[in-house]
């Protein structure tokens, strides 16, 4: 896994084993701030929560990364069938975070969790939104912060 | 100290005075030390074949007793004549033994019996960056102290109502006090200022709670080593990321299992790190992540690098310092600064290739009896 992950594909296991490779994956890929996950159930039911703890260190800083919250939002709209909404918010979040100019200090990029929502939210609604006047102003309002 | 001074101290306090640092067996027959040699499956028996040529060209005094353990039989009077072996000659330098898994359960693995039946409770791993090696993560010094004879791998398993299985991991105070010991005794010894005791308490109380508490009462007979300890899954999530921060760690069966390969990837792979398993009376070294290497088994391509610095280590243990040290600067030369590198190392050379390299470099060194 840490010599050649790209072999890997769908990887099924018991639960200790699975508690510390998704971990150990959760580290390859960027860390516990962009690692979704989904917990399913025999009976339809389901959870989706981010990898992460409380992280009771930060709290109140405005320093979380929210992409896990919001990459598991996307898992639970697939999971519910609303495939448009969870399309329009994955790319807007995965453009984001392309674009390498609004990252979180996880990340190595030095905005805030505030910044990083406002962002997503404009690729979002520049991409999506009809009111055009709207992404505008969001834009502007923006480039006032940074 | 005196008898009555080790009676009137606590149970866990005496317990850590009785164990012994290894001792290495006397040399015998002349100033030369016989050495069990168990070639294993897979690329065990030419890596064999690797060390004993190599040590006859270096004119190191130690004689193999070869005992071959065929894996595959179920009758246990192979590996009951290598443990006999072993018992004799105090040392052992060994190959993997395969485990197929599609045996009956009755079947247990070799490679735990020896294990076991010796008492070899300490796996030591040392996993250091090479610089001739290309890796994502530089500058990486962890050593691995791992328990060797219980926790997951007590092979107790049952299965009471059909398709529900019951596996026991067997976590003791006694064997937690010595493990920890000997982390920390390793850490004084080698200059470490930090052990991390990895667990997972937080969902087995008992089990790895009593390790951790063990590990804390010997903490506390070492002040100037830092200690701290770290759940399994943020541990591998820390390794694959800042892995810089560790520096000793110590662990039960399964984890150490987990976080020794993990590292071994770390520094360059399977091939690259030796493994010692340590007992009161006993040692027997081995490649670090006991591959068998079924699949590239007599095509010349494996990496002789591990069996080869397993042999090194197996040397420092008979006190063979000289000899030892002249075959690691040779190994490391040939990997840092000649850079023939095997196929796993993204190289081209051969395994003969590599270890034809090795024996020049030893031979530039100058003349190798006597003056050792």
Not at chain 1, 4 to 31: E, H, K, R
Not at chain 1, 35 to 54: D, L, M, Q, R, W
Not at chain 2, 233 to 244: A, C, E
Not at chain 2, 338 to 357: C, I, M, N
Request: proline share 4%; aromatic share 6%; net charge neutral.
């Amino acid at each position: 896994m840490v010599q050649v992950p790209t072999q890997f594909d769908v990887l099924v296991m018991p639960n200790l084993y699975g508690d510390i490779l998704s971990d150990l994956c959760a580290g390859l890929v960027g860390g516990l701030g962009v690692t979704p996950s989904g917990k399913i159930g025999a009976n339809g039911a389901a959870i989706f929560e981010s990898v992460h703890g409380t992280a009771p260190d930060i709290v109140g800083l405005d320093l979380a990364n929210q992409t896990a919250m919001l990459l598991s939002t996307i898992m639970m709209l697939r999971h519910i069938s609303l495939h448009d909404y969870r399309n329009k918010i994955r790319t807007a979040c995965l453009d984001t975070i392309r674009d390498k100019k609004v990252l979180t200090e996880d990340l190595r990029g030095k905005s805030k969790l505030y910044l990083l929502s406002c962002a997503k939210n404009a690729v979002l609604m520049s991409r999506y939104c009809s009111y055009s006047s709207f992404s505008t102003d969001l834009r502007s309002y923006l480039a006032m912060l940074a | 100290m005196t008898a009555r001074c080790v009676r009137t101290l606590s149970g866990s306090l005496q317990l850590l005075l009785r164990n012994r640092w290894p001792k290495p067996p006397p040399a015998q027959y002349g100033g030369r030390h016989t050495v069990t040699l168990i070639p294993g499956d897979g690329i065990g028996p030419e890596l064999a074949n690797h060390v004993r040529e190599l040590f006859r060209f270096c004119c190191v005094p130690v004689d193999f007793e070869v005992v071959n353990v065929d894996s595959t039989m179920d009758s246990e009077d192979d590996i009951n004549n290598a443990i006999m072996a072993i018992r004799r000659n105090g040392v052992a330098l060994k190959g993997n033994l395969e485990t197929n898994h599609n045996l009956p359960p009755s079947y247990k693995s070799r490679n735990n019996l020896l294990r076991t039946t010796l008492d070899l409770y300490a796996n030591v791993m040392h996993c250091q960056s090479l610089p001739g090696v290309r890796t994502r993560h530089r500058n990486i010094d962890i050593m691995i102290i791992r328990e060797n004879t219980e926790g997951e791998y007590s092979s107790l398993e049952h299965e009471n109502v059909p398709g529900v299985v019951e596996c026991l991991k067997i976590i003791t105070r006694t064997k937690s006090l010595r493990i920890a010991d000997y982390a920390f005794r390793t850490a004084r010894e080698k200059g470490r200022t930090r052990v991390t005791a990895v667990h997972k308490a937080n969902i087995m109380k008992l089990g790895d709670g009593l390790f951790l508490e063990c590990c804390k009462e010997v903490a506390g007979g070492y002040p100037e080593i830092t200690f701290d300890s770290m759940i399994v899954d943020n541990t591998t999530m820390q390794l694959v990321s800042r892995p810089q921060q560790f520096d000793v760690m110590v662990m039960p069966n399964l984890y150490g299992n987990v976080v020794s390969n993990v590292c071994t990837g770390l520094v360059g792979g399977p091939g690259l790190v030796p493994g010692a398993n340590y007992g009161e009376d006993y040692a027997v070294f081995e490649t670090g992540t006991r591959n068998t290497g079924k699949s590239i088994a007599n095509t010349n391509t494996a990496n002789p690098t591990a069996m080869l610095l397993a042999s090194c280590l197996l040397l420092d243990h008979l006190k063979l310092h000289a000899y030892a040290n002249m075959i690691r600067r040779a190994i490391l030369s040939t990997v840092t600064e000649t850079r023939l590198h095997t196929a796993d190392l993204g190289g081209q050379g051969s395994t003969s290739e590599v270890v034809q390299s090795i024996m020049k470099a030893v031979e530039s060194t100058g003349p190798r009896t006597l003056s050792l």
